[in-house]
């Protein structure tokens, strides 16, 4: 279950970002907060190691690898490089820097994360073999930061369903 928690933060603290960011900018709709959120969670393509293994890919390209890579501001770059490929040219750009947006409060929220050594993951390789200080706020497996992102999450749900009522207009029930 702990998996899960730590998916669906990412996913609602990409909403809670999207969201917020729809607020200030009238360009960005719901199908771009939908890209913040895939953006926020394009690092964890790491985890398809858990149904192809590092070693059936090497034994089928025949040459040395590994997911791990993925799973740093780098892979990320590749992977959202990847997911633009799909968005028409003229909305590429926009897409890539939402889809960036998304994967970057990933990596922050990832960094925050208790480690045994104190040392947080080596965001940056391979550009630098750094280990950024751990934030040590939380557990991947804890439940509260779920709980949190989504408090988050229906505070800006419930803004968003005000700002598109007009003005005198009776509450939804």
């Given at each position: 279950?702990?998996?899960?928690?730590?998916v669906l933060t990412h996913v609602?603290?990409?909403?809670?970002?999207?969201?917020l960011l729809s607020f200030?900018?009238?360009r960005i709709g719901p199908a771009h907060v939908t890209l913040v959120m895939l953006g926020a969670l394009?690092?964890?393509?790491?985890?398809i190691q858990h149904v192809v293994p590092d070693g059936a890919v090497a034994a089928l390209l025949g040459v040395p690898?590994?997911?791990?890579?993925?799973?740093?501001?780098?892979?990320s770059a590749l992977v959202i490089g990847l997911i633009a490929l799909v968005v028409a040219p003229a909305?590429?750009?926009?897409?890539?820097?939402?889809l960036a947006v998304g994967a970057l409060s990933h990596h922050v929220l990832d960094v925050l994360l208790v480690t045994p050594t104190g040392e947080a993951y080596a965001v940056f390789w391979p550009l630098?073999?750094?280990?950024?200080?751990?934030?040590?706020?939380?557990?991947?497996?804890?439940?509260?930061?779920?709980v949190v992102a989504g408090c988050c999450a229906l505070?800006?749900?419930?803004?968003d369903r005000r700002r598109d009522e007009p003005a005198g207009a009776p509450a939804r029930e």
């Open positions: 279950m702990s998996g899960v928690a730590d609602l603290v990409g909403y809670v970002i999207g969201m200030r900018v009238e394009s690092p964890d393509v790491v985890k690898f590994a997911w791990g890579p993925v799973h740093t501001l780098v892979g909305n590429r750009l926009l897409a890539v820097a939402l630098l073999e750094y280990r950024p200080p751990a934030g040590d706020l939380y557990l991947s497996s804890d439940r509260w930061p779920a505070v800006v749900w419930l803004i």
